[in-house]
């Protein structure tokens, strides 16, 4: 079983959808997890850390359930701009981060 | 924010010859600079984890002979490909611990023809 597990798409959506991604992740001892976002031929940028009791930063939200090992994000009201590779990723010890496949996201006007 | 470079941004290069790969953190020290290679389509895989002064860490199935790192300064980590082959043609990303999370360079896309 892979460390981190996302349906890696493709989703391709008209412009102003709202569009969720989920992620699985097998190490239960993880603590800290986050979602980047990787355009074509670039390297991934933080999009946002992931918190146990859900956090929102604009048009995006992420949750986390530790019980399930299972982490969402939601774009709301999606932008031309939103698409790119979106990865999960997990922390499972004090250094390293372990990058899902990633999901691929395409808006359409 | 924190920010990381790379060099060469692309490379280009025969089959058999070794070619080296510069990270460098612009305005932090990185006591802790990790390399990944991210292959078309494929997520990022962990190669090596480098610390300043000491051997690097290898990730399974990461040969330390063909992919040497080298972790002089707080500023720099190299990496070498040796005897590269067009299976090692990728791209390759590295990234350096910061104060608050980890902040990844530009990234290096090496073709071995």
């Known amino acids: 079983r892979k460390e981190v597990e996302q349906d890696p798409g493709p989703f391709n959506v008209p412009e102003g959808a709202t569009v969720a991604f989920n992620c699985t992740y097998s190490n239960s001892a993880s603590q800290s997890f986050f979602w980047y976002r990787q355009d074509c031929r670039k390297e991934p940028k933080l999009l946002m850390s992931v918190y146990s009791s859900g956090n929102e930063d604009g048009r995006f939200t992420a949750q986390l359930n530790r019980a399930s090992q299972y982490i969402s994000l939601l774009i709301r009201d999606s932008k031309l701009s939103d698409s790119a590779t979106y990865l999960c990723?997990?922390?499972?010890?004090?250094?390293?981060?372990?990058f899902g496949q990633g999901t691929r996201l395409t808006i359409n006007p | 924010g924190a920010v990381v470079s790379q060099h060469p941004s692309r490379v280009i290069c025969k089959s058999g010859t070794s070619v080296k790969i510069e990270c460098r953190s612009l305005?932090?020290?990185?006591?802790?600079m990790f390399w990944y290679r991210q292959f078309p389509k494929k997520s990022l895989m962990l190669m090596a984890t480098?610390?300043?002064?000491?051997?690097?860490?290898?990730e399974q199935g990461v040969e330390k002979d063909k992919f040497l790192i080298n972790h002089a300064s707080l500023t720099l980590s190299t990496l070498t490909v040796t005897s590269a082959h067009p299976e090692d043609s990728s791209f390759y990303i590295c990234?350096?611990?910061?104060?608050?999370?980890?902040?990844f360079g530009p990234g290096t896309r090496l073709t071995v023809l």
């Open positions: 990723v997990v922390k499972p010890g004090a250094q390293k981060l372990v």
């Open positions: 480098s610390n300043e002064g000491s051997k690097a860490t290898y």
């Open positions: 990234s350096a611990r910061g104060p608050d999370t980890q902040y």
């Open positions: 305005d932090f020290q990185a006591t802790t």
